[in-house]
């Protein structure tokens, strides 16, 4: 059984940092490219940062460029979102995801961040 499960959400000071994990299991971690995407409340998912099979390519949206760090173990099945200088702006339900061919095939069950003074 598949499953992806984020941690390291919680409630920060602007400009505060937090580190998010998704451990995995049931499927081979390093075969696939992985993602993060949020939810803020009232707004659509917005795809935050991908990374692929072996870390060696990312991507982020722009408003996070510069803030955010993607990286994954494989040894330890588990993909990281490093989050510094959070702004109000950031506060959303995080979800890691699977990527596939066709988009996205399984999802965590999401961690909240707070920004908030």
């Known amino acids: 059984e598949v499953q992806l499960v984020e941690s390291g959400g919680g409630m920060v000071q602007p400009g505060g940092s937090l580190k998010l994990s998704c451990g995995t299991s049931g499927f081979t971690f390093s075969s696939y490219e992985m993602t993060w995407v949020r939810q803020a409340p009232g707004k659509g998912p917005e795809v935050v940062s991908d990374i692929n099979f072996g870390g060696g390519a990312t991507y982020y949206a722009d408003s996070v460029k510069g803030r955010f760090t993607v990286s994954r173990d494989n040894a330890k099945n588990t993909l990281y979102l490093q989050m510094n200088s959070l702004k109000p702006e950031d506060t959303a339900l995080y979800y890691c995801?699977?990527?596939?061919?066709?988009?996205?095939?399984?999802w965590g069950q999401g961690t909240q961040v707070t920004v908030s003074s």
């Open positions: 995801a699977r990527m596939n061919l066709n988009g996205y095939d399984y």
